[in-house]
């Protein structure tokens, strides 16, 4: 009997072995897709041979590729002039974003948004701790759907492609690298913020500072509190948006550390109190709109209000759709938006910024949609179990010889 035990324990080993060895390297996948050509092409060139040769070399990583499809959308979109123009620099950082330490297979993901850090560490694109992140979640209908800078928003079209390193996701257009505050908050209807901010001279400050975490009223905020604001002195309006601004101290707030009963310390040195309600995420007595728009040094969570340090106490009316201001003042007329002549160009140098004026509305609608997560149509649905059904098949095909491997388990075990 035990030697029996001994045989089957030797004829696993075999087949562990067996199995290992029909596992393709990098190389091989990508070869082997035709609908990868251009990633493989563009990864193997000289200018990022050293890349190249260090992925190949890796154990335990996830790489999300973009296939054929996604270089199609290149031109127009945010990283469009650094193909245009070839910034091999630039484009290095771009691919630094799509690699992923650690194994992340399509069901290590759920509901809600997980971040992971990325290779993506350059100075030059990138001040969070740890490198820059990428928001992946789960959508129902076993749809994986990654964020990036300007809230693009990216679907996985095949996944869990095993290779000797990890794994491969294929995805249908590049991750942005996220770009700095006031580079992003056009996007997001966050001008009158962006224009305060750069009034009380805290433009550098919020662009640069490592592993930041903001809270911007939007735009409708600002203008639901009329003149109020302009009745402040400089020092005031700066204390006042110090207070929606939090130095994590090496941690970022994204949205899966925001919990109920939160509180975090501000720039301006007094508490703010997050509270879950009503499934519903609160800052004060502020609803959070948009959560998680990834910048290149932390992370913004839009308001609907403005907060007040002198209304730290504040708690929300959850089952109100906008909540009431916590500062007084009369609507602005024709929709006029506050402190927007202050506003100019940010001073990041992040892979995406040399085509910042053409972020559109798509990047928010975007962002809302991956966050859906029970709002998926069904078409997309249907297309994610499909894509995500065939690239699991793949990766389970990538090892080759299942059938020849027991075969091989019983052969052993017939000669012992």
């Given at each position: 009997?035990?030697?029996?035990?001994?045989?089957?324990?030797?004829?696993?080993?075999?087949?562990?072995?067996?199995?290992?060895?029909?596992?393709?390297?990098?190389?091989?996948?990508?070869?082997?897709?035709?609908?990868?050509?251009?990633?493989?092409?563009?990864?193997?060139?000289?200018?990022?041979?050293?890349?190249?040769?260090?992925?190949?070399?890796?154990?335990?990583?996830?790489?999300?590729?973009?296939?054929?499809?996604?270089?199609?959308?290149?031109?127009?979109?945010?990283?469009?002039?650094?193909?245009?123009?070839?910034?091999?620099?630039?484009?290095?950082?771009?691919?630094?974003?799509?690699?992923?330490?650690?194994v992340h297979r399509s069901n290590s993901y759920n509901g809600s948004f997980q971040f992971n850090p990325t290779w993506l560490n350059?100075?030059?694109?990138?001040?969070?701790?740890?490198?820059?992140?990428?928001?992946?979640?789960?959508?129902?209908?076993?749809?994986?759907?990654?964020?990036?800078?300007?809230?693009?928003?990216?679907?996985?079209?095949?996944?869990?492609?095993?290779?000797?390193?990890?794994?491969?996701?294929?995805?249908?257009?590049?991750?942005?690298?996220?770009?700095?505050?006031?580079?992003?908050?056009?996007?997001?209807?966050?001008?009158?913020?962006?224009?305060?901010?750069?009034?009380?001279?805290?433009?550098?400050?919020?662009?640069?500072?490592?592993?930041?975490?903001?809270?911007?009223?939007?735009?409708?905020?600002?203008?639901?509190?009329?003149?109020?604001?302009?009745?402040?002195?400089?020092?005031?309006?700066?204390?006042?948006?110090?207070?929606?601004?939090?130095?994590?101290?090496?941690?970022?707030?994204?949205?899966?550390?925001?919990?109920?009963?939160?509180?975090?310390?501000?720039?301006?040195?007094?508490?703010?109190?997050?509270?879950?309600?009503?499934?519903?995420?609160?800052?004060?007595?502020?609803?959070?709109?948009?959560?998680?728009?990834?910048?290149?040094?932390?992370?913004?969570?839009?308001?609907?209000?403005?907060?007040?340090?002198?209304?730290?106490?504040?708690?929300?009316?959850?089952?109100?759709?906008?909540?009431?201001?916590?500062?007084?003042?009369?609507?602005?007329?024709?929709?006029?938006?506050?402190?927007?002549?202050?506003?100019?160009?940010?001073?990041?140098?992040?892979?995406?910024?040399t085509a910042a004026a053409s972020a559109s509305a798509n990047a928010t609608s975007g962002l809302e949609q991956a966050a859906a997560?029970?709002?998926?149509?069904?078409?997309?649905?249907?297309?994610?179990?499909?894509?995500?059904?065939?690239?699991?098949?793949?990766?389970?095909?990538v090892t080759s010889g299942f059938g020849a491997v027991i075969g091989a388990a019983l052969w052993v075990l017939g000669i012992l």
């Amino acid at each position: 009997m035990r030697c029996r035990f001994g045989s089957v324990v030797f004829a696993a080993l075999i087949c562990t072995t067996i199995a290992q060895k029909q596992l393709q390297d990098l190389t091989q996948v990508l070869g082997d897709d035709p609908n990868l050509s251009q990633f493989t092409a563009l990864l193997t060139s000289s200018a990022f041979g050293s890349l190249y040769a260090n992925l190949s070399f890796q154990q335990d990583i996830t790489i999300l590729v973009p296939n054929d499809d996604a270089f199609s959308k290149i031109e127009n979109s945010q990283i469009g002039d650094a193909f245009k123009y070839n910034q091999s620099d630039a484009i290095r950082a771009i691919l630094q974003y799509h690699v992923i330490p650690g194994v992340h297979r399509s069901n290590s993901y759920n509901g809600s948004f997980q971040f992971n850090p990325t290779w993506l560490n350059d100075p030059k694109y990138d001040n969070v701790t740890g490198g820059q992140v990428v928001g992946g979640v789960l959508q129902s209908g076993d749809l994986n759907v990654f964020i990036s800078g300007y809230g693009s928003r990216t679907t996985v079209s095949e996944s869990d492609i095993a290779f000797k390193g990890g794994i491969i996701h294929t995805i249908d257009t590049f991750l942005i690298p996220p770009v700095d505050f006031t580079s992003t908050c056009s996007t997001f209807n966050l001008t009158a913020a962006g224009g305060a901010i750069a009034n009380a001279s805290l433009a550098p400050y919020v662009n640069t500072q490592k592993d930041i975490t903001i809270f911007a009223p939007n735009n409708a905020a600002f203008q639901n509190l009329g003149t109020t604001l302009s009745h402040l002195t400089i020092e005031q309006l700066s204390d006042l948006l110090k207070y929606h601004v939090v130095n994590g101290s090496h941690r970022v707030s994204y949205s899966d550390s925001l919990v109920d009963g939160t509180k975090l310390q501000t720039l301006e040195g007094g508490t703010i109190t997050i509270t879950f309600a009503s499934n519903s995420l609160f800052v004060n007595s502020a609803r959070v709109l948009q959560q998680d728009i990834l910048l290149a040094n932390g992370v913004l969570h839009v308001l609907d209000n403005v907060l007040s340090p002198n209304a730290s106490n504040a708690r929300p009316a959850p089952t109100l759709r906008s909540q009431v201001p916590v500062i007084s003042g009369t609507r602005l007329s024709h929709n006029a938006v506050p402190f927007v002549a202050y506003l100019t160009t940010g001073t990041s140098s992040s892979a995406s910024n040399t085509a910042a004026a053409s972020a559109s509305a798509n990047a928010t609608s975007g962002l809302e949609q991956a966050a859906a997560t029970s709002t998926s149509s069904t078409s997309a649905t249907a297309s994610g179990k499909k894509k995500g059904s065939a690239g699991r098949s793949r990766g389970e095909a990538v090892t080759s010889g299942f059938g020849a491997v027991i075969g091989a388990a019983l052969w052993v075990l017939g000669i012992l």
